[in-house]
């Protein structure tokens, strides 16, 4: 009897540790998937397609369950398989800097992680290279501020002149916003400080003759701020059911809208 409960503990024991590996495995995916939602989420990506990226990565790599709860700013994931039990992680997300470009890359390897099969190593591998791609050159991004600026003064009505003035301001935008995120700080000061100095630039330039319409101006400098991928993937995550999701985002694009009239309006009063 000694020798039989002697045994049968030691098969316990050794259960006990196989299912404490495979949690620990099971983890370490878990852990690798979550990040893979939070750039996805963090680059612009929509509510539903974060967690269905979730769920389907967390099937590939051998969850019979996946419960996923995603919203703007935080990701809480449970998966379940016999093998490990039910794991459970929380993912807070900040810091959302729109990047289409790593939104595709990361989309791609998410598709071929459910093709291939990738184990946890070459998803780590494959994840970093998507980390160090580099974005597009500094330069270039002033001369997009630019044109984006100095077309929408013109599709408005605006003069040359006017184009000219929201170009350069435009550029001087982009430089203040960079400048405002390498301090960590929220979106809404940074849109309420870019419209405030877009607003007093754009009436300063047609005091000197630069430009001709404080107005014209200005709208091309607006159109750099608006916030339209919050806005627009709000409407897609109310349309796909995540209402929760869908009003924190339209709340958050309709207050960093006011922000930016607000700037703009206060110094057209002040001038």
Do not use: W
């Not at 495995?25 to 979730?54: F, T, W």
């Not at 916003?177 to 419209?195: G, K, P, V, W, Y």
């Amino acid at each position: 009897m000694e020798q039989r409960r002697q045994s049968f503990f030691s098969a316990d024991d050794a259960n006990y540790l196989a299912r404490a590996e495979a949690a620990d495995r099971a983890n370490e995916y878990l852990y690798r998937v979550l990040d893979i939602g939070q750039y996805m989420l963090q680059s612009g990506a929509e509510i539903s397609r974060v967690e269905d990226s979730i769920r389907r990565l967390c099937t590939s790599f051998g969850a019979e369950r996946t419960d996923v709860l995603s919203i703007t700013s935080s990701i809480v994931v449970t998966i379940y398989a016999p093998q490990f039990g039910a794991v459970t992680q929380t993912r807070r997300v900040g810091g959302q800097q729109y990047d289409l470009h790593r939104l595709e890359q990361l989309n791609q390897l998410s598709r071929r992680i459910c093709t291939e099969y990738l184990s946890l190593e070459e998803t780590e591998a494959a994840l970093d290279e998507i980390r160090n791609t580099p974005q597009y050159p500094f330069g270039v991004q002033l001369l997009t501020y630019a044109l984006i600026s100095a077309s929408f003064s013109l599709f408005f009505g605006g003069s040359v002149l006017d184009a000219v003035a929201s170009g350069l301001i435009g550029v001087i935008l982009r430089y203040l916003d960079r400048s405002i995120r390498s301090t960590e700080a929220n979106a809404f000061l940074s849109a309420l400080i870019c419209s405030c100095l877009g607003g007093l630039l754009a009436a300063l330039s047609v005091k000197v003759g630069l430009g001709e319409s404080v107005d014209m101006i200005s709208i091309g400098n607006i159109m750099l701020l608006i916030p339209g991928i919050p806005l627009t993937n709000s409407l897609r995550d109310m349309f796909t059911g995540n209402t929760i999701s869908g009003l924190l985002r339209f709340s958050e694009a309709i207050l960093l809208a006011l922000a930016i009239a607000f700037g703009f309006a206060a110094v057209a009063a002040l001038m």
